[in-house]
């Protein structure tokens, strides 16, 4: 494929994903963490997967970007939940960054891929998703992080898909009868845990394309959106024809 061609798809692909899910870019997350509660217990390893698009509409999962963190100051490790991660946050040969850095060296990496395909912003999706977003939110605001890309409360949840159109909710169970290949011995680490949601997310997504397609049209002969058949890259990315929307809108 020549430039001009890569540069055509490159833009079809972004014209598509900036309609696909109302200007949202979705984005893989998972997070290994001391315990269960997100004011008290550190974050210890976190996982962000992009989530990309072809030019024909197919989701695929992107990269990865992972890190082991260090627990903060006076953050609470429960030896329970450590027996099921099996993290040594002290292990001396742990690479573990602090939660400022971590965190901010992927949301670098998730504006990038906002821009890249002309999102309004990222979206969290994640199994149990509430758990990481709540996490998420909770170690953004104690490391002071800014420019944060991810909706603050919206999210999409695997195990609610994955519940309603596979009639399992549970990760390993999901991921197994959707046709992929569940390896236990590696679940528990935020980088497998995102990779596998981010596949499951993507076979769910696609097996909706039709379903989307028809409430498209349907949008646009209500008037909601542009035309779908606008050229790529000829309009605004979020396709509304009202007033502006607001910079933070809930997904309801």
Known sequence: MNEAALMASRVAAAHLMARRFRGFLPVV????????HAATDALL??????IEMDPDGTLKRGPTHSYHVKPFEGGRLDPAALSITGIDPHH???P???ERDALQRIFREI????????CRRAILVGHNAAFDLGFLNVAVARADVKRNPFHPFSSF???TL????????VLAKAVTVAGLTWDASSAHSA???AELTADLFCIISNRLRDSFREAEERACSLGWLAAATAEPGGGDPQLETEAPAPALPPLA
């Open 29 to 36: 997350v998972d997070v290994e963490t001391g315990g269960f």
């Open 45 to 50: 390893e976190v996982a962000a997967v992009i």
């Open 92 to 94: 001396p040969l742990r």
């Open 96 to 98: 573990a960054l602090p």
């Open 111 to 118: 504006r990038h891929a906002v821009r890249d395909y002309n």
């Open 157 to 159: 949840d695997t195990a």
């Open 162 to 169: 994955a519940g309603a159109a596979l009639g399992q909710t």
């Open 191 to 193: 980088s497998y845990d």
